[in-house]
């Protein structure tokens, strides 16, 4: 038990599909974050949410579209996604401000494009 | 630009001793983190380091020269367990993000 559930694990879509992935965390933090990370390559920050505003946008397509209507909730709506975005999409949560306060991931979302 | 660099595989014996070094030239500095990460699982927290010396905690020690910009995370006793990919990753002291490694894959064969 991580403190940072994911749904769904896995996801196989199709090009013109819209899909949601879903990210709760039971931490009470006051930051969330969406990571990209593919195989042998640093994991990639996507956006970033302190107190349910996004404060970090790192030159996202638009086709990712996050939403936090809450500081426990996190989704990333997907929509006409490109095979180069087959990944595994991970979300964390942090109480920043607090020093040494890790960030807690959850286990991921395997995403396949087809 | 953010730069961290670690090995990408390393193999090691049950019950030995593996090092995982770490080398980063960032723009400014709040710490470093190791994170280990199962296949398939969430990334873990295994360590902090902000000021340069050595942090234990059983099985795994992690060292920081901020000096240096280097870091390493030693396994000892390795267990089957530990085969798994190690994270490197170094916080920004202006906005607290990570810029992470591409990670260490590492493989204990019995």
């Known amino acids: 038990e991580t403190g940072v559930t994911q749904t769904p694990r896995h996801l196989v879509m199709g090009m013109t599909n819209k899909k949601s992935l879903k990210c709760e965390q039971h931490?009470?933090?006051?930051?969330m974050y969406w990571y990209k990370q593919s195989a042998k390559k640093p994991l990639e920050l996507m956006f970033v949410?302190?107190?349910?505003?996004?404060?970090e946008n790192n030159s996202v397509p638009s086709r990712f579209s996050p939403e936090c209507p809450n500081s426990s909730h996190l989704f990333l709506h997907l929509h006409t996604l490109q095979p180069e975005d087959s990944a595994l999409y991970l979300c964390a949560s942090q109480e920043q401000g607090e020093g040494n306060q890790p960030q807690h991931f959850g286990d991921g979302t395997r995403l396949s494009i087809l | 630009g953010q730069n961290i660099d670690q090995p990408t595989e390393m193999t090691a014996t049950e019950g030995a001793i593996v090092q995982i070094n770490c080398t980063y030239q960032?723009?400014?500095?709040?710490?470093l983190f190791w994170y280990q990460q199962h296949a398939g699982e969430a990334p873990t927290f295994l360590s902090y380091?902000?000021?340069?010396g050595l942090e234990e905690k059983g099985r795994f020690s992690s060292f920081l020269s901020r000096s240096k910009g280097y870091s390493y995370l030693l396994l000892k006793e390795l267990q089957m367990k530990d085969s798994a990919s190690y994270l490197c990753a170094v916080r920004d002291p202006w906005d607290y993000k990570l810029s992470f490694g591409a990670g260490t894959t590492v493989t204990v064969r019995a």
């Open positions: 960032t723009s400014g500095f709040n710490g």
């Open positions: 931490l009470g933090h006051n930051a």
């Open positions: 380091n902000v000021l340069d």
């Open positions: 949410y302190n107190f349910k505003e996004q404060t």
